[in-house]
Nanobody, 121 residues
């Protein structure tokens, strides 16, 4: 079974930086898109950034110019470099991937458990 495991969250002061990683493991044939979502307490989950296998990226307006998403296809890993962090960036950041594993040619959705990012003012 394909698993996504996030790492890199933590506590940082406003203006600081963090780098999140999400590694996919298991019988992966291909991953089409990898996406970072976040959910703050009392708020809906929102897309932060996504990247396709070809390197096309998409960002939420609130993070453009501060966050950078990248991926290592050979390692099935996606990264989120977060700079100039603000208290409003505080949330649980979760990784999502849509791909195909060797057991079934049907594309599936995979989710990680999330990692907490807290930005203090």
């Amino acid at each position: 079974q394909v698993r996504l495991v996030e790492s890199g969250g933590g506590l940082v002061q406003a203006g600081g930086s963090l780098r999140l990683s999400c590694a996919a493991s298991g019988p992966i044939f291909t991953i089409h898109v990898m996406t970072w979502y976040r959910q703050a307490p009392g708020k809906q989950r929102e897309l932060v950034a996504s990247i396709t296998s070809g390197g096309s990226t998409n960002y939420a307006d609130s993070v453009k110019g501060r966050f950078t998403v990248s991926r290592d296809n050979a390692k099935n890993t996606v990264y989120l470099q977060m700079n100039s962090l603000k208290p409003e960036d505080t949330a649980v950041y979760s990784c999502y991937a849509r791909g195909v594993d060797y057991s079934d040619p049907t594309p599936r959705d995979y989710w990680g458990h999330g990692t907490q990012v807290t930005v203090s003012s």
